[in-house]
């Protein structure tokens, strides 16, 4: 019998290193970095050598004022308002695009497309084009209020509005994403529940309640992960559409403030290398907790059985 | 006998050759800038031939970028040690350079400021050295649409005007229609470094030791700016404006007046169908106006360094770079010669060039520290605090005060 023995390390390495290599480089040696970064003062501008680590060296200084000054929690309080309001909402429609998308129709392709396009789009483009709905008093979205009589927020100007402004951009740019994440999750669903359900006399919203969402519920567990994460993690719509050349960033008033706009900010406008990489710790920091937490809590909502 | 004389005249030759061309090898300097972007880039390349025309032996290498990534690229560069041999920075980010060591002292290869404006000089030099040699510098005028001005019968602004003649000029101009605004001066760092001193405040102490920013001038400067947006509305709020930019509104002529910089010429040349013209900027107390200034300095690692610094000072004191940038209406260049501000002063339009030479003899410079930008942005939030009207202007800059002390060192 002619048996294949596997070759073991000599034979895995030359299939290995070039994915081990770029993660070795790209991302494991800039973390190591960025924590040994994050326990000097090093201003991002002065070459960076052993004698300058030991010159700036803060110990955990940099955790200490960055966790000790109101500024973080104001920016982390920012971010919940984002996560608040844009997690249900882009699940909500995501879930309702992809049971559009999966309805089996003369023409439903034509749509499939036409809901991935905003994903596409580059966020400059898209963000540019969302400055102008959103512009209170040349904008589509206050013309059409002021259609319906209601007098439209100030959006992007206002203290209160931004963030949702800032939603809106984001919901129209990633709800294709995740309704295609979702769509793959409702067409692996048997039919034959659904008809099961039928013979016993189910109505639709007893078949969605009962069949689709805990069936759906584990890629359901998947978009909420990658929608917390994505959150956390704001930053191109902040860039584009609330940060102005020459102002403060994340206007109006801070409003539009959030963890990795402080990472690019204190890194790369205020030469404060050392600080940006002990905010970039703490946003990890965050992320884990908040992946861990929901880790521990699927086991209360995700049924596997299907 | 004859093969020694070949092989002689074998070497002599092949000396001769390579002599040659080693005699001949041009050096390449690498220059890095932001001013040369978009429009200005063929202007950019003809002083760079006009360079190596007058340099045979040098050849520039240039990269330019838009202004937006050109930092983020120079810090890169910097903290990876390949700074280009020369590169261009303007007068805020010059200090944070200097003051790492980054850049070599121009004197000791030879560097001259003879015949370039002393104001645009210093503000390149730190600790005694000159680090820089200024290319260019610009300011800030008030532009005014003469049209508006006939309309609402108020004379044109002169030399004596101070804010309550402008404040009474833009009432009357905005009175013409409700779409139409008196004037437009952002509330923002860089034009209120400028009005505190019109108004003899400041923002430091004298020594530079402390922050100044809440005292009773400063509060009255803010107050007299902000009222223009929430109190006798002349200048519009950003919902008013709606997206538009402020010199759109200038152009589309219904704008009285605006303060903005002298690189507005060449648009509103070109987008103005009204008649429009310039003044120096008025004051209350006193006459402030603005300093901009792009300036070139040489890497302290560049490898050619004498060549490098030679293009520095061709591109700040010579008369064919300085000329090519009168043409091209490229900011002011930072020479003192009588030709080139006659040839200047010389363009029919603006009627009053003149004011920007004029206004030279205010120019005041803005507080420029290790921790600029972020000075700046703390001041712009609480600016745009009162600008918006959610905080006092005397409750803003107590705030901006207080933030400033807690997290900037002078």
Known sequence: ?306 | MNGNRIKNALAVGLALVAGGLFAQAPVTISYMNFSGAGDMSPNLTKMKEAFEKRNPGIKVNIETFAYADYFTQLQTRAAAGKLSDAFELNYENFVAYAKRGALLDLASVGADTKGLAPKAVEAFAYAGKQYGLPESFSTVLLFYNQALFDRAKVGYPNSDWTWKDVQAAAEKIRALDKTIYGIYQPVQFWEFYKLVKQNGGSLVSADNKKFTVNSPANVATLTNIVERYTKSNVSPTSAQMGGVGDWDLFKSGRLGMIVTGIWAFNEFIRDCDFPWDVAVEPGNTARATHFFSNGIVVSKTAKNAKAAAAWAQFMASSNEAANIRLDASWELPAVTSPEIMAKYTKAPVPASRWAVYESLNYLVTPVVIDQNQEMVDILNQQLTAAKEGTKTPAQALSDAQKDLASKIKL
């Open chain 1, 1 to 306: 019998m002619n048996r294949t023995k596997p070759g073991g390390w000599a034979q895995a390495l030359p299939f290995l290193l070039p994915s081990a290599l770029g993660l070795l480089v790209f991302s494991l040696l800039p973390l190591g970095a960025s924590l040994l970064l994050s326990l000097t003062t090093w201003d991002g501008l002065s070459v960076l050598t052993s004698d300058v680590v030991r010159d700036t060296w803060v110990g955990l200084g940099n955790f200490g004022a960055v966790l000790g000054g109101a500024e973080f929690w104001r920016v982390l309080s920012n971010t919940f308002y984002f996560i608040v309001l844009y997690v249900p909402l882009i699940l909500g429609s995501a879930l309702a695009v992809s049971m559009l998308l999966n309805v089996r129709r003369a023409g439903v392709g034509v749509f499939r497309v036409l809901s991935y396009i905003p994903v596409l789009t580059s966020w400059v483009a898209g963000a540019l084009i969302w400055k102008w709905i959103l512009s209170p008093e040349y904008g589509l979205i206050n013309d059409l209020l002021g259609m319906a009589g209601v007098q439209g927020p100030g959006w992007l100007l206002d203290r209160t509005w931004a963030m949702p402004g800032i939603v809106l951009t984001s919901l129209w740019k990633d709800a294709g994403y995740f309704a295609l994440i979702l769509l793959g999750g409702l067409q692996g669903i048997s039919p034959s529940f659904y008809e099961s359900a039928e013979l016993d006399g189910a109505g639709p919203w007893v078949k969605f309640t009962r069949i689709t969402l805990p069936l759906l519920s584990p890629i359901l567990f998947l978009v909420v992960t990658i929608t917390l994460i994505n959150s956390f993690q704001l930053f191109p719509q902040i860039m584009i559409m609330t940060t102005r050349e020459g102002m403060a960033p994340g206007e109006p008033l801070g409003a539009t403030q959030v963890m990795v706009e402080r990472i690019y900010t204190y890194a790369f406008k205020y030469y404060r290398m050392g600080l940006a990489s002990a905010w970039a710790w703490l946003l990890f920091a965050v992320i884990s907790l908040f992946t861990l937490l929901q880790f521990r809590l699927q086991k209360k909502w995700v049924s596997y059985d299907a």
